[in-house]
């Protein structure tokens, strides 16, 4: 069975000062969350250190938002795989549609990031999702299929065991508006397909798969009540201690 996971991504949000408070208090409340759930916080880079000493005993992950997808070299203001293992962190995302959108990620450069987190004993939480104009046009589980297929499919079966999906619909994300259980499980059903066509079902069903887009301590658990449905991706609601940890309870 695929590991219940919860990450916040905390974006471009708090000062250090905001970040250690949270940081804080997540590892405070911790201990609320039931054993089997793993939880973890993307923090900004400049933040990573300081959540790795604050955030005590490993029940709590670490990971990056992003990696740069070259091993490294002369790309100022950009940070590595290397750079986010070598302080002991556990995971990177990769794919966010920001960084599609804004800073125009293409499929080619998330597959070496792919890589490069895996050679980098990361694990690469590799987000992919539609926009609104895609799902209302229907194609939207073709633009998901390609997302993967181009950068993530390519993998053995040994190292894609090592990866954790998050599917997020852009039209959910940062806008209040929650994809039903039932659009988000067709969706999830259609990854872990995909997964046992290409692979077979034993690793298949070891892939987590995550949700992202206004999940909150509300919604979560209907959420998470989907087979398919392994945990989330938290934004705008992980910047809250409480609420985190109330959707990371939420299974
Ligand atoms: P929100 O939870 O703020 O919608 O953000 C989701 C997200 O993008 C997580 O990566």
């Not at 959910?172 to 067709?186: F, L, N, Y």
């Amino acid at each position: 069975m695929a590991q219940k996971i919860v990450l916040g991504n905390w974006k471009m949000n708090l000062n250090l000062f905001q970040a250690e408070e949270l940081l804080n208090d997540v590892d405070r409340l911790k201990k609320e969350v039931p054993k089997d759930v793993q939880i973890g916080v993307a923090t900004p880079s400049i933040y990573l250190h300081s959540a790795l000493n604050i955030l005590t005993e490993g029940k709590v992950w670490v990971g990056s938002q992003n990696i740069y997808h070259e091993p490294n070299g002369a790309y100022t203001g950009e940070v590595s795989a290397d750079m986010v293992n070598s302080l002991a962190c556990h995971f990177t995302l990769i794919g966010h549609s920001e960084r599609r959108q804004y800073f125009n990620e293409n499929n080619e450069q998330l597959k070496a990031k792919v890589n490069l987190a895996l050679e980098n004993d990361l694990i690469p939480v590799f987000c992919c999702g539609e926009s609104l104009e895609q799902r209302k046009s229907g194609d939207y589980l073709e633009v998901i299929k390609s997302q993967l297929e181009e950068s993530l499919l390519h993998l053995d079966k040994g190292s894609v065991k090592g990866v954790v999906i998050a599917y997020e619909p852009i039209w959910a994300i940062g806008t209040g508006e929650t994809a039903s259980a039932d659009q988000a499980q067709e969706v999830h059903q259609f990854i872990r397909s995909l997964l046992t066509q290409k692979y077979d079902a034993e690793v298949a069903n070891l892939i987590s798969i995550l949700y992202g887009g206004s999940c909150n301590p509300t919604n979560a658990s209907e959420l998470f009540q989907q087979n398919d449905i392994d945990g989330g991706l938290i934004g705008g609601a992980s910047l809250k201690a409480t609420n985190f940890i109330e959707i990371a309870k939420s299974f």
